[in-house]
């Protein structure tokens, strides 16, 4: 799938924004410790997106009723859902000025398309050394998921499947799509935000 960005200013996908708050000391900390284990910019993007994706719980794999939104939030409580882990891997990338952004599939909440849809986030970023942008998805692996980091072919945690009405959107955003943090913002409880409070499409 050809991805394209929302935004012709490219300084908006390195900003800092108030849920990629990539100032933040703890996120610094994290961001330079990886960098100075990196070989090169890729290697960096490399281990930024296996943190996130490794070291980062996915708040429903470990039933948590926690929500958490801003990357600092993320990361100091180690958990989040896909917009929560994806502000946090945004807030890495940035912070060493690589240009990153959000990215969203439409998907099936259960195995068929009876069970609803949602709307899942996961990253892009720009790799200068192959001169394009790649997705990323850092949800967190686990049976019958195992997104890797790939410059050559998408690995993404999620095949998307047009039958079922799922969907590939194809825009690169610079901030998270409202809708992802309205969901974050007005739940208090993480199960049951996602059961029921997941935006169901773009």
């Not at 926690?66 to 882990?85: F, H, M, N, W």
């Not at 946090?88 to 959000?102: D, E, T, V, Y």
Request: glycine fraction near 4%; include cysteine; charge should be negative.
């Amino acid at each position: 799938m050809t991805i394209r960005c929302e935004s012709n200013v490219w300084e908006d996908y390195v900003a800092e924004t108030e849920h990629v708050d990539f100032s933040h000391p703890a996120i610094q900390e994290l961001s330079s410790l990886l960098y100075t284990a990196s070989l090169d910019e890729t290697d960096f993007v490399k281990h930024a997106y296996e943190y996130v994706r490794d070291r980062i719980s996915h708040s429903w794999d470990i039933r948590s009723t926690r929500i958490t939104c801003k990357a600092s939030e993320v990361l100091r409580d180690q958990e989040g859902i896909c917009y929560a882990k994806s502000n946090l891997l945004c807030a890495l990338l940035r912070s060493k000025g690589i240009p990153a952004g959000f990215c969203y599939q439409r998907l099936t909440l259960g195995d068929t398309p009876d069970t609803g849809h949602c709307v899942h986030a996961l990253n892009a970023v720009y790799l200068t050394s192959i001169g394009r942008w790649v997705r990323l998805d850092a949800r967190g692996n686990k049976i019958g998921i195992d997104a890797q980091f790939s410059v050559s072919e998408e690995k993404l945690a999620f095949p998307v499947r047009p039958a079922y009405d799922e969907i590939d959107y194809p825009l690169i955003h610079s901030l998270p799509h409202p809708k992802t943090i309205e969901a974050l913002q007005q739940h208090t409880n993480c199960i049951t935000m996602c059961l029921n409070g997941l935006p169901s499409a773009l």
